[in-house]
């Protein structure tokens, strides 16, 4: 394909398309149980592996693959549709939710039985409220936290490994935020100083979520699907679990170059369990294993930000990465916060270059690729995420590729930093 096709942005979708977004699967069994604040639509996704499997012939081999797999749209849809799928996330407290819902085939008889014994064993301890980090006390009042500390000492006593103790943990996650009365909605940002209107009640929430649960989990088990998902919790820049050449499709959303910290998205419930405690934890427990997509995490590369973007990774996009860069550079002397956006976008690109090349190296020939991403403008700079990304594809070996716009991004935002139009969409890279 030349570059004039390579470069195209085919717009065949409307601004109200809604598919690269989570917000449909709220609605889904299995899907709403953990609403994760990045994501996509697992309707659209069974739509993609349905057209992949129509002109493939070898059905029993057919592999898809998600190597961001977050809270497990893809393995889900998968499984619904009885296809073999393969995932990997490197956030460990994402990936324990994904391997809870994959267990969405587990006995309801033993899950309900399981549960039963967690909430009467609930109601009659009383949970301490001591010891949480100042972010918990923050967010619920007593009373709440009380019950919520009875449920997680529960959890914890019958704590087995089983799919049981899983989904029963996962049923706790679960309920986190709609149990505080403060403002914790499912992006990062919990707001101490904003209240709610309805706040759920801890043991009646946790009973709902365990019925609610097990609907889904009958309504998925009558139907035509089969649980052959794997999961593994691993770095998509290096994923060793996934063999040579055996890779059919690939769907995946990578981390946004737009300073999202994909390591407070979950903030709130490690304090709860008492996983992290502060800004420290979080940086040494999560930040540091993540896609740098955040400039909190690269405030140490800052002095090497220019030799990172001569790695022979970045080859391809050399002078135009380092224009940017240098733009970033400049324009943050100028501002009062300083933020590194030049070191972001290297080593961003950087580590995007390495799951190219491992996803070529897991891709059968002839697979299909399908990114969900959005572009950027740290400081009002455009960054041709979508461009760059076809480049270091084409670099690692794949053949060709399009970008398909889904919607505009950066325009109801009343606060926006810059008039930069941005869009968002699916990058389709051929194998």
Not at 105 to 123: C, H, M
Not at 137 to 166: F, H
Not at 186 to 195: A, E, F, I, R
Request: aromatic share 12%.
């Amino acid at each position: 394909m030349n570059s004039l096709i390579n470069n195209e942005v085919k717009q065949t979708k409307s601004k109200t398309d809604t598919s690269s977004t989570f917000i449909n699967n709220m609605r889904l069994p299995i899907h709403r149980w953990f609403r994760y604040s990045a994501g996509f639509s697992a309707e659209w996704v069974e739509e993609v592996i349905k057209s992949n499997l129509n002109s493939y012939q070898e059905l029993d081999n057919f592999k898809v693959f998600d190597p961001f797999t977050g809270s497990g749209t893809v393995l889900l849809a998968s499984d619904k549709l009885g296809v073999s799928s393969m995932g990997t996330e490197v956030h460990p407290f994402v990936s324990r939710i994904t391997e809870a819902k994959l267990h969405w085939n587990t006995s309801v008889d033993k899950f309900r039985s399981f549960a039963d014994r967690i909430l009467e064993r609930s109601i009659q301890n009383v949970g301490s409220t001591e010891g949480f980090p100042d972010l918990i006390y923050k967010c619920y009042s007593p009373e709440s936290l009380e019950q919520l500390s009875s449920i997680r000492d529960a959890v914890r006593e019958y704590r087995d490994g089983s799919p049981e103790y899983q989904l029963s943990w996962l049923a706790l996650v679960s309920i986190l935020r709609m149990c505080s009365s403060v403002g914790t909605a499912s992006w990062q940002y919990v707001l101490p100083n904003q209240t709610k209107a309805r706040v759920a009640i801890p043991f009646e929430a946790y009973e709902k979520q365990i019925n609610m649960m097990i609907d889904d989990m009958l309504e998925m088990q009558s139907g035509t699907g089969t649980a052959k998902a794997k999961f593994y919790q691993e770095d998509s820049r290096d994923c060793p679990s996934i063999s040579d050449n055996s890779i059919d499709l690939v769907i995946t959303s990578p981390p946004y170059a737009n300073n999202y910290d994909y390591a407070d998205a979950t903030r709130l419930e490690m304090s709860f369990f008492g996983e992290v405690s502060g800004w420290g934890d979080l940086r040494e427990k999560v930040s540091k294993y993540l896609i740098r997509s955040c400039t909190q995490h690269v405030s140490k590369y800052r002095k090497e930000t220019f030799e990172i973007l001569k790695d022979d990774g970045l080859v391809p996009i050399y002078e135009e990465i380092l224009d940017v860069c240098q733009q970033l550079d400049e324009e943050r002397l100028t501002r009062a916060g300083r933020k590194n956006y030049h070191t972001m976008i290297a080593t961003y690109f950087f580590d995007l270059a390495k799951v190219w090349i491992e996803l070529r190296r897991v891709c059968k020939e002839g697979s299909n690729v399908c990114f969900v991403i959005g572009d950027s403008a740290p400081y009002g700079v455009y960054v041709p995420v979508d461009r760059w990304m076809g480049e270091l594809a084409l670099a690692a070996g794949f053949k060709d590729y399009y970008f398909e716009k889904t919607r505009d991004r950066n325009v109801k935002w009343k606060n926006r930093k810059h008039d930069v139009l941005l869009k968002e969409g699916r990058l389709w890279v051929k194998g």
